[in-house]
């Protein structure tokens, strides 16, 4: 029994140190609130309700937090600004643990799946030119969206940022209820916007 003793003593401890080890890691909920409350309760208020300077947040969902976090539109240094993209505040787990937090705040979207390698290019150039195109311009570069907004040219979006824009409609953009089939078709038609030739001469609206 003496010599199973050494044995079991170095299990139970390896057993122990695996426990607090996993006990130690941290919950991305709580790290995320301790980053909202820092970084965006002032604005948004302690539990998301909204203030003055910031609109309420209980319904954004996890798609609605990462789209503005992922493309830098948030935080904003001012109220009256318009969110316009640039580098992210936050480093990729920052976010990740911001937005688990604002997603338990209510029911908002959550962060859309996209697959949009078999979709149908025709089915997203219809969609696009009928719902994209009078802000975003016929070739994604942006435009005017009226009452002093720019709508954002595309180029730069990636195909989640498409496809959580659509679900979750930023700034004066609407909510536009896809199905899984159109929202993927509106996604692999930007993306071929991207790679689309181009031979030159006058720009007439990339047709």
């Given at each position: 029994?003496?010599?199973?003793?050494?044995p079991a003593l170095a299990l139970a401890a390896s057993l122990a140190f695996t426990g607090s080890a996993v006990r130690?890691?941290?919950?991305?909920?709580?790290?995320?609130?301790?980053?909202?409350?820092?970084?965006?309760?002032?604005?948004?208020?302690?539990?998301?309700?909204?203030?003055?300077?910031?609109?309420?947040?209980?319904?954004?969902?996890?798609?609605?937090?990462?789209?503005?976090?992922?493309?830098?539109?948030?935080?904003?240094?001012?109220?009256?600004?318009?969110?316009?993209?640039?580098?992210?505040?936050?480093?990729?787990?920052?976010?990740?643990?911001?937005?688990?937090?604002?997603?338990?705040?209510g029911d908002g979207p959550v962060i859309p799946y996209v697959s949009p390698e078999e979709a149908s290019l025709q089915?997203?150039?219809?969609?696009?030119?009928?719902?994209?195109?009078?802000?975003?311009?016929?070739?994604?570069?942006?435009?005017?969206?009226?009452?002093?907004?720019?709508?954002?040219?595309?180029?730069?979006?990636?195909?989640?940022?498409?496809?959580?824009?659509?679900?979750?409609?930023?700034?004066?953009?609407?909510?536009?209820?896809?199905?899984?089939?159109?929202?993927?078709?509106?996604?692999?038609?930007?993306?071929?916007?991207?790679?689309?030739?181009?031979?030159?001469?006058?720009?007439?609206g990339g047709i």
């Amino acid at each position: 029994m003496r010599a199973l003793a050494a044995p079991a003593l170095a299990l139970a401890a390896s057993l122990a140190f695996t426990g607090s080890a996993v006990r130690a890691q941290p919950d991305p909920v709580a790290e995320g609130k301790r980053l909202y409350v820092e970084a965006c309760a002032s604005c948004h208020g302690p539990a998301g309700a909204g203030t003055a300077n910031g609109p309420d947040l209980r319904d954004a969902g996890a798609a609605g937090a990462d789209f503005y976090l992922r493309t830098g539109r948030m935080p904003l240094a001012s109220s009256n600004d318009q969110a316009v993209r640039k580098e992210p505040a936050f480093s990729p787990e920052e976010i990740d643990e911001i937005v688990a937090y604002v997603a338990t705040l209510g029911d908002g979207p959550v962060i859309p799946y996209v697959s949009p390698e078999e979709a149908s290019l025709q089915t997203g150039a219809q969609l696009y030119v009928a719902n994209c195109a009078p802000c975003h311009g016929a070739a994604a570069n942006g435009g005017a969206a009226g009452r002093d907004a720019i709508a954002p040219g595309l180029h730069r979006a990636t195909p989640l940022e498409i496809a959580e824009a659509i679900v979750v409609g930023p700034g004066q953009m609407p909510v536009f209820g896809f199905s899984q089939e159109e929202r993927d078709a509106v996604v692999a038609y930007v993306d071929h916007l991207d790679e689309a030739e181009d031979p030159g001469g006058a720009d007439i609206g990339g047709i």
